[in-house]
Protein backbone atom coordinates (compact mmCIF):
# COMPACT_ATOMS: atom_id res chain seq x y z
CA UNK A 1 0.00 0.00 0.00
CA UNK A 2 1.44 3.65 -0.99
CA UNK A 3 2.18 5.46 2.20
CA UNK A 4 2.60 9.73 2.61
CA UNK A 5 5.21 11.40 4.36
CA UNK A 6 4.07 14.42 6.17
CA UNK A 7 5.04 16.83 3.83
CA UNK A 8 3.47 15.02 1.51
CA UNK A 9 0.10 15.23 3.59
CA UNK A 10 0.59 18.71 4.31
CA UNK A 11 1.49 19.54 0.53
CA UNK A 12 -2.60 17.94 0.53
CA UNK A 13 -4.69 19.79 3.16
CA UNK A 14 -8.03 18.25 2.11
CA UNK A 15 -9.58 17.59 5.67
CA UNK A 16 -11.58 14.27 5.78
CA UNK A 17 -14.77 14.67 5.07
CA UNK A 18 -17.65 15.22 7.78
CA UNK A 19 -20.76 13.19 6.02
CA UNK A 20 -20.12 9.76 5.37
CA UNK A 21 -22.59 7.61 3.39
CA UNK A 22 -25.33 5.83 5.63
CA UNK A 23 -24.73 2.87 3.53
CA UNK A 24 -21.40 1.86 2.50
CA UNK A 25 -22.51 -1.28 0.27
CA UNK A 26 -21.41 -0.17 -3.31
CA UNK A 27 -20.39 -3.46 -4.76
CA UNK A 28 -21.68 -4.43 -8.21
CA UNK A 29 -23.12 -8.22 -6.80
CA UNK A 30 -23.52 -8.88 -4.68
CA UNK A 31 -25.61 -5.38 -4.53
CA UNK A 32 -27.02 -3.17 -1.53
CA UNK A 33 -30.33 -4.48 -0.11
CA UNK A 34 -33.06 -2.43 -0.94
CA UNK A 35 -33.18 0.97 1.46
CA UNK A 36 -34.81 0.19 4.97
CA UNK A 37 -34.31 -4.22 4.63
CA UNK A 38 -34.43 -5.83 7.67
CA UNK A 39 -34.24 -9.74 8.14
CA UNK A 40 -37.71 -9.61 9.79
CA UNK A 41 -39.41 -8.22 7.45
CA UNK A 42 -39.39 -11.60 5.46
CA UNK A 43 -42.42 -13.71 5.86
CA UNK A 44 -40.76 -17.48 7.23
CA UNK A 45 -43.93 -19.34 6.96
CA UNK A 46 -42.36 -21.39 4.08
CA UNK A 47 -38.94 -22.00 5.65
CA UNK A 48 -38.52 -25.47 6.68
CA UNK A 49 -41.15 -26.61 3.99
CA UNK A 50 -40.83 -28.64 0.85
CA UNK A 51 -40.69 -26.13 -2.47
CA UNK A 52 -42.75 -28.88 -4.04
CA UNK A 53 -45.68 -28.66 -1.36
CA UNK A 54 -48.62 -26.32 -1.94
CA UNK A 55 -47.28 -23.51 -0.57
CA UNK A 56 -43.62 -23.94 -1.94
CA UNK A 57 -45.06 -24.20 -5.16
CA UNK A 58 -47.04 -20.97 -5.12
CA UNK A 59 -44.40 -18.72 -2.98
CA UNK A 60 -42.12 -19.59 -6.61
CA UNK A 61 -45.09 -19.21 -8.69
CA UNK A 62 -45.41 -15.45 -7.01
CA UNK A 63 -41.62 -14.90 -7.55
CA UNK A 64 -42.74 -15.61 -11.00
CA UNK A 65 -45.86 -13.76 -11.76
CA UNK A 66 -44.59 -10.37 -10.01
CA UNK A 67 -41.60 -10.12 -11.88
CA UNK A 68 -43.35 -10.55 -15.09
CA UNK A 69 -45.37 -7.50 -14.27
CA UNK A 70 -42.99 -5.54 -12.48
CA UNK A 71 -40.22 -5.92 -15.94
CA UNK A 72 -42.98 -5.61 -18.28
CA UNK A 73 -42.25 -9.21 -20.04
CA UNK A 74 -45.05 -10.53 -22.46
CA UNK A 75 -47.38 -12.67 -21.47
CA UNK A 76 -46.62 -15.23 -24.08
CA UNK A 77 -42.78 -15.48 -22.96
CA UNK A 78 -41.64 -18.37 -20.27
CA UNK A 79 -39.95 -17.08 -17.20
CA UNK A 80 -38.74 -20.18 -15.33
CA UNK A 81 -36.24 -19.53 -12.05
CA UNK A 82 -32.86 -21.41 -12.17
CA UNK A 83 -29.78 -22.70 -10.25
CA UNK A 84 -26.45 -21.10 -10.46
CA UNK A 85 -27.27 -17.29 -10.65
CA UNK A 86 -26.91 -15.35 -14.35
CA UNK A 87 -24.03 -17.64 -15.25
CA UNK A 88 -26.60 -20.81 -14.62
CA UNK A 89 -29.07 -19.16 -16.43
CA UNK A 90 -26.91 -18.20 -19.42
CA UNK A 91 -25.56 -21.37 -19.84
CA UNK A 92 -28.50 -23.35 -20.01
CA UNK A 93 -29.37 -20.85 -22.64
CA UNK A 94 -26.18 -21.76 -24.61
CA UNK A 95 -26.22 -25.45 -23.94
CA UNK A 96 -30.04 -26.08 -24.88
CA UNK A 97 -30.39 -23.45 -28.25
CA UNK A 98 -27.21 -23.35 -29.86
CA UNK A 99 -25.73 -25.10 -32.25
CA UNK A 100 -29.15 -25.41 -34.67
CA UNK A 101 -27.85 -21.84 -36.74
CA UNK A 102 -24.59 -20.13 -36.88
CA UNK A 103 -23.44 -17.50 -34.03
CA UNK A 104 -22.33 -14.29 -33.66
CA UNK A 105 -21.33 -13.91 -29.81
CA UNK A 106 -20.10 -9.94 -29.02
CA UNK A 107 -17.68 -9.36 -26.29
CA UNK A 108 -16.48 -5.94 -24.52
CA UNK A 109 -15.74 -7.06 -20.92
CA UNK A 110 -15.04 -9.83 -19.09
CA UNK A 111 -18.43 -11.84 -18.69
CA UNK A 112 -18.71 -11.47 -22.89
CA UNK A 113 -15.84 -12.91 -23.11
CA UNK A 114 -16.93 -15.40 -20.77
CA UNK A 115 -19.79 -16.50 -23.38
CA UNK A 116 -17.04 -16.72 -26.04
CA UNK A 117 -15.19 -19.11 -25.09
CA UNK A 118 -17.86 -21.02 -24.02
CA UNK A 119 -19.48 -20.79 -27.43
CA UNK A 120 -16.15 -21.43 -29.00
CA UNK A 121 -13.85 -23.97 -26.75
CA UNK A 122 -16.55 -26.20 -25.41
CA UNK A 123 -19.44 -25.71 -27.89
CA UNK A 124 -16.71 -25.52 -30.43
CA UNK A 125 -19.29 -24.26 -33.08
CA UNK A 126 -16.64 -22.02 -34.45
CA UNK A 127 -18.38 -18.34 -33.88
CA UNK A 128 -17.82 -15.20 -35.65
CA UNK A 129 -16.43 -13.14 -32.34
CA UNK A 130 -16.85 -9.02 -32.67
CA UNK A 131 -14.72 -7.71 -29.96
CA UNK A 132 -14.04 -4.30 -28.83
CA UNK A 133 -11.77 -3.19 -25.93
CA UNK A 134 -12.80 -2.05 -22.48
CA UNK A 135 -14.45 1.80 -22.80
CA UNK A 136 -15.88 0.64 -26.33
CA UNK A 137 -18.76 -1.31 -28.30
CA UNK A 138 -18.05 -3.70 -31.21
CA UNK A 139 -19.63 -2.38 -34.31
CA UNK A 140 -23.30 -3.29 -33.92
CA UNK A 141 -24.21 -2.67 -37.59
CA UNK A 142 -21.87 -5.15 -38.70
CA UNK A 143 -23.73 -8.30 -36.93
CA UNK A 144 -25.15 -11.09 -39.09
CA UNK A 145 -28.80 -11.84 -37.79
CA UNK A 146 -29.29 -14.59 -39.95
CA UNK A 147 -26.96 -16.11 -36.79
CA UNK A 148 -27.81 -16.67 -33.17
CA UNK A 149 -26.12 -13.96 -31.35
CA UNK A 150 -25.23 -13.64 -28.02
CA UNK A 151 -23.84 -10.63 -25.93
CA UNK A 152 -24.31 -8.97 -22.89
CA UNK A 153 -26.85 -5.83 -22.84
CA UNK A 154 -24.75 -4.26 -19.62
CA UNK A 155 -20.89 -4.59 -19.48
CA UNK A 156 -20.58 -5.08 -15.78
CA UNK A 157 -16.79 -5.17 -15.66
CA UNK A 158 -16.87 -2.16 -18.08
CA UNK A 159 -19.44 -0.27 -17.70
CA UNK A 160 -20.62 0.11 -21.17
CA UNK A 161 -23.61 -0.93 -22.42
CA UNK A 162 -25.90 -1.12 -25.65
CA UNK A 163 -27.57 2.26 -26.21
CA UNK A 164 -31.14 0.80 -27.40
CA UNK A 165 -32.33 -2.33 -29.17
CA UNK A 166 -32.47 -0.58 -32.66
CA UNK A 167 -29.84 -2.61 -34.00
CA UNK A 168 -31.56 -5.52 -33.77
CA UNK A 169 -33.98 -6.21 -36.68
CA UNK A 170 -37.63 -6.98 -36.21
CA UNK A 171 -37.09 -9.91 -38.86
CA UNK A 172 -34.35 -11.49 -37.71
CA UNK A 173 -33.99 -15.60 -38.28
CA UNK A 174 -31.33 -15.91 -35.53
CA UNK A 175 -32.27 -15.83 -32.05
CA UNK A 176 -30.79 -13.05 -29.20
CA UNK A 177 -29.66 -14.38 -26.22
CA UNK A 178 -29.17 -11.13 -23.85
CA UNK A 179 -27.59 -11.35 -20.49
CA UNK A 180 -29.05 -8.66 -19.20
CA UNK A 181 -28.13 -8.96 -15.31
CA UNK A 182 -26.90 -5.24 -14.55
CA UNK A 183 -29.54 -4.13 -16.58
CA UNK A 184 -33.01 -5.91 -15.79
CA UNK A 185 -34.88 -3.30 -13.62
CA UNK A 186 -32.29 -0.58 -14.25
CA UNK A 187 -32.93 -0.28 -18.15
CA UNK A 188 -35.49 -0.87 -21.07
CA UNK A 189 -34.95 -3.60 -22.40
CA UNK A 190 -36.77 -4.43 -25.69
CA UNK A 191 -38.28 -7.68 -25.42
CA UNK A 192 -39.82 -7.71 -29.02
CA UNK A 193 -35.86 -8.26 -30.10
CA UNK A 194 -34.79 -10.00 -27.66
CA UNK A 195 -35.27 -14.27 -27.27
CA UNK A 196 -33.44 -15.20 -24.39
CA UNK A 197 -32.77 -12.75 -21.27
CA UNK A 198 -31.06 -14.07 -17.91
CA UNK A 199 -30.43 -11.67 -14.94
CA UNK A 200 -29.71 -12.95 -11.12
CA UNK A 201 -31.65 -11.32 -7.97
CA UNK A 202 -28.70 -10.17 -6.71
CA UNK A 203 -28.23 -7.25 -8.69
CA UNK A 204 -30.86 -4.36 -9.52
CA UNK A 205 -32.98 -5.32 -6.61
CA UNK A 206 -30.45 -6.47 -4.10
CA UNK A 207 -31.83 -9.81 -3.79
CA UNK A 208 -29.72 -12.78 -2.78
CA UNK A 209 -27.40 -14.49 -4.79
CA UNK A 210 -27.44 -18.26 -5.97
CA UNK A 211 -30.76 -17.97 -8.09
CA UNK A 212 -30.95 -16.85 -11.88
CA UNK A 213 -34.11 -16.15 -13.60
CA UNK A 214 -34.15 -17.19 -17.45
CA UNK A 215 -37.06 -15.23 -19.45
CA UNK A 216 -37.69 -17.59 -23.41
CA UNK A 217 -39.68 -16.10 -25.96
CA UNK A 218 -42.09 -17.91 -28.48
CA UNK A 219 -39.27 -18.33 -30.78
CA UNK A 220 -37.16 -19.27 -28.41
CA UNK A 221 -39.66 -21.88 -27.15
CA UNK A 222 -40.24 -23.10 -30.88
CA UNK A 223 -36.07 -23.71 -30.91
CA UNK A 224 -36.54 -25.56 -27.93
CA UNK A 225 -38.86 -27.94 -29.48
CA UNK A 226 -37.50 -28.22 -33.01
CA UNK A 227 -33.93 -28.80 -32.19
CA UNK A 228 -32.04 -31.50 -29.89
CA UNK A 229 -28.32 -30.20 -29.72
CA UNK A 230 -25.05 -32.93 -30.79
CA UNK A 231 -24.11 -32.66 -27.10
CA UNK A 232 -24.91 -34.37 -23.94
CA UNK A 233 -27.21 -32.28 -21.43
CA UNK A 234 -26.74 -32.68 -17.89
CA UNK A 235 -29.96 -33.22 -16.19
CA UNK A 236 -29.71 -29.50 -14.89
CA UNK A 237 -29.75 -27.86 -18.20
CA UNK A 238 -32.79 -29.85 -19.49
CA UNK A 239 -35.82 -28.00 -20.30
CA UNK A 240 -37.51 -30.54 -22.68
CA UNK A 241 -38.36 -33.92 -21.95
CA UNK A 242 -39.50 -36.46 -24.87
CA UNK A 243 -39.73 -33.42 -27.26
CA UNK A 244 -42.23 -31.76 -25.26
CA UNK A 245 -41.18 -28.33 -23.23
CA UNK A 246 -40.93 -29.13 -19.31
CA UNK A 247 -43.72 -26.44 -18.39
CA UNK A 248 -43.57 -26.75 -14.64
CA UNK A 249 -40.15 -25.17 -14.52
CA UNK A 250 -41.89 -21.74 -15.59
CA UNK A 251 -44.83 -22.50 -12.90
CA UNK A 252 -42.66 -22.71 -10.07
CA UNK A 253 -41.09 -26.22 -10.36
CA UNK A 254 -37.49 -25.77 -10.38
CA UNK A 255 -34.69 -28.22 -11.97
CA UNK A 256 -33.56 -27.80 -8.01
CA UNK A 257 -34.00 -27.36 -4.97
CA UNK A 258 -34.42 -23.16 -4.06
CA UNK A 259 -33.47 -21.15 -0.89
CA UNK A 260 -37.03 -20.75 0.11
CA UNK A 261 -35.30 -17.53 1.99
CA UNK A 262 -34.05 -16.81 -0.86
CA UNK A 263 -37.56 -16.85 -2.32
CA UNK A 264 -38.76 -14.51 0.51
CA UNK A 265 -36.36 -12.20 -0.02
CA UNK A 266 -36.95 -11.55 -3.71
CA UNK A 267 -40.42 -11.12 -3.22
CA UNK A 268 -39.72 -8.65 -0.37
CA UNK A 269 -37.68 -6.89 -2.64
CA UNK A 270 -40.76 -7.25 -5.50
CA UNK A 271 -42.60 -4.93 -2.90
CA UNK A 272 -40.31 -2.52 -2.71
CA UNK A 273 -40.12 -1.73 -6.15
CA UNK A 274 -43.99 -1.91 -6.58
CA UNK A 275 -44.49 0.08 -3.60
CA UNK A 276 -42.01 3.39 -4.81
CA UNK A 277 -43.70 3.49 -8.42
CA UNK A 278 -42.69 0.08 -10.21
CA UNK A 279 -40.03 0.00 -13.14
CA UNK A 280 -40.07 3.92 -13.76
CA UNK A 281 -39.55 4.11 -10.30
CA UNK A 282 -36.45 1.80 -10.48
CA UNK A 283 -35.10 3.45 -13.53
CA UNK A 284 -35.47 7.32 -12.30
CA UNK A 285 -33.42 6.00 -9.11
CA UNK A 286 -30.29 4.27 -10.80
CA UNK A 287 -30.21 7.51 -13.70
CA UNK A 288 -30.13 9.62 -10.59
CA UNK A 289 -27.30 8.15 -8.79
CA UNK A 290 -25.75 7.99 -12.46
CA UNK A 291 -25.91 11.87 -12.91
CA UNK A 292 -24.65 12.80 -9.18
CA UNK A 293 -21.71 10.16 -9.89
CA UNK A 294 -21.39 11.35 -13.52
CA UNK A 295 -21.29 15.50 -12.58
CA UNK A 296 -18.72 14.63 -9.73
CA UNK A 297 -16.89 12.55 -12.53
CA UNK A 298 -16.68 15.85 -15.03
CA UNK A 299 -15.99 17.91 -12.09
CA UNK A 300 -12.77 16.67 -11.60
CA UNK A 301 -9.31 16.42 -13.95
CA UNK A 302 -8.24 13.20 -12.64
CA UNK A 303 -11.33 11.10 -13.68
CA UNK A 304 -12.73 9.60 -16.38
CA UNK A 305 -15.54 7.55 -17.38
CA UNK A 306 -14.57 4.10 -18.90
CA UNK A 307 -16.78 3.94 -21.29
CA UNK A 308 -16.42 6.77 -23.90
CA UNK A 309 -19.08 7.56 -25.33
CA UNK A 310 -22.03 8.88 -23.37
CA UNK A 311 -24.49 7.20 -25.22
CA UNK A 312 -23.14 3.27 -24.01
CA UNK A 313 -22.74 4.90 -20.35
CA UNK A 314 -24.13 2.51 -17.75
CA UNK A 315 -26.21 3.66 -15.57
CA UNK A 316 -25.41 0.53 -12.62
CA UNK A 317 -21.96 -0.48 -12.99
CA UNK A 318 -20.25 3.09 -12.95
CA UNK A 319 -16.24 2.17 -13.87
CA UNK A 320 -13.68 5.14 -14.08
CA UNK A 321 -9.89 5.46 -14.34
CA UNK A 322 -8.39 7.60 -11.61
CA UNK A 323 -5.04 9.19 -12.75
CA UNK A 324 -1.48 8.16 -11.16
CA UNK A 325 0.00 4.55 -10.45
CA UNK A 326 -2.08 1.46 -11.64
CA UNK A 327 -2.15 0.33 -7.97
CA UNK A 328 -3.87 3.54 -7.12
CA UNK A 329 -7.27 2.57 -7.43
CA UNK A 330 -7.10 -0.55 -5.37
CA UNK A 331 -5.37 1.36 -2.75
CA UNK A 332 -8.17 4.02 -2.70
CA UNK A 333 -10.24 0.91 -2.50
CA UNK A 334 -8.75 -0.48 0.58
CA UNK A 335 -8.61 2.92 2.19
CA UNK A 336 -12.23 3.54 1.98
CA UNK A 337 -13.17 0.36 2.83
CA UNK A 338 -11.19 0.94 6.64
CA UNK A 339 -12.66 4.09 6.67
CA UNK A 340 -16.05 2.13 6.58
CA UNK A 341 -17.16 4.88 3.87
CA UNK A 342 -17.19 2.43 0.55
CA UNK A 343 -17.04 -1.14 0.27
CA UNK A 344 -16.33 -3.04 -2.79
CA UNK A 345 -15.24 -0.62 -5.10
CA UNK A 346 -12.16 -1.55 -6.60
CA UNK A 347 -12.25 -2.62 -10.63
CA UNK A 348 -13.22 -5.95 -11.48
CA UNK A 349 -10.11 -8.34 -11.49
CA UNK A 350 -9.79 -8.31 -15.85
CA UNK A 351 -10.62 -4.66 -16.56
CA UNK A 352 -8.19 -1.93 -16.82
CA UNK A 353 -6.89 0.18 -13.54
CA UNK A 354 -9.84 1.40 -12.20
CA UNK A 355 -12.91 1.71 -9.48
CA UNK A 356 -16.63 0.97 -9.83
CA UNK A 357 -19.20 2.46 -8.14
CA UNK A 358 -23.30 0.86 -7.88
CA UNK A 359 -25.38 3.30 -8.99
CA UNK A 360 -28.48 1.10 -9.16
CA UNK A 361 -32.03 1.59 -7.89
CA UNK A 362 -31.18 0.25 -4.41
CA UNK A 363 -28.56 2.77 -3.85
CA UNK A 364 -29.67 6.44 -2.35
CA UNK A 365 -28.53 9.34 -4.35
CA UNK A 366 -27.69 10.68 -1.24
CA UNK A 367 -25.40 8.45 -0.39
CA UNK A 368 -23.49 8.52 -3.97
CA UNK A 369 -23.36 12.88 -2.79
CA UNK A 370 -21.82 11.67 0.23
CA UNK A 371 -19.09 9.17 -1.26
CA UNK A 372 -17.65 11.31 -3.65
CA UNK A 373 -15.68 13.71 -1.61
CA UNK A 374 -13.66 10.50 -0.02
CA UNK A 375 -12.84 9.46 -2.91
CA UNK A 376 -11.35 12.90 -3.57
CA UNK A 377 -9.67 13.05 -0.17
CA UNK A 378 -8.38 9.18 -0.96
CA UNK A 379 -6.98 10.28 -3.51
CA UNK A 380 -5.05 14.18 -2.20
CA UNK A 381 -3.49 11.75 0.62
CA UNK A 382 -2.31 9.19 -1.61
CA UNK A 383 -0.83 10.45 -4.12
CA UNK A 384 2.55 12.70 -4.00
Not at 101 to 117: I, K
Not at 320 to 345: M, S, W
Amino acid sequence: MMTTSPAVAAAHPLPRPAVRPANPCFSSGPCAKRPGWRPDALSTEALGRSHRSSLGKARLQEAIERTRALLGVPADYRIGIVPASDTGAFEMAMWSLLGARPVTALAWESFGEGWVTDVEKQLKLGPTVLRAPYGDLPDLGTVDFDHDVVFTWNGTTSGVRVPHGDWIPDDRRGLTLCDATSAAFAQPLPFAKLDVVTFSWQKVLGGEAAHGVLILSPRAVERLLSYRPPWPLPKIFRLTKNGQLIEGIFAGETINTPSMLCVEDWLDALAWAESIGGLPALHARADANFAALQRWIDSVPWAANLAKDPATRSNTSVCFTVDGPPELPKTIARLLEAEGVAFDIAGYRDAPPSLRVWCGATVETADIEALTPWLEWARAHLVS
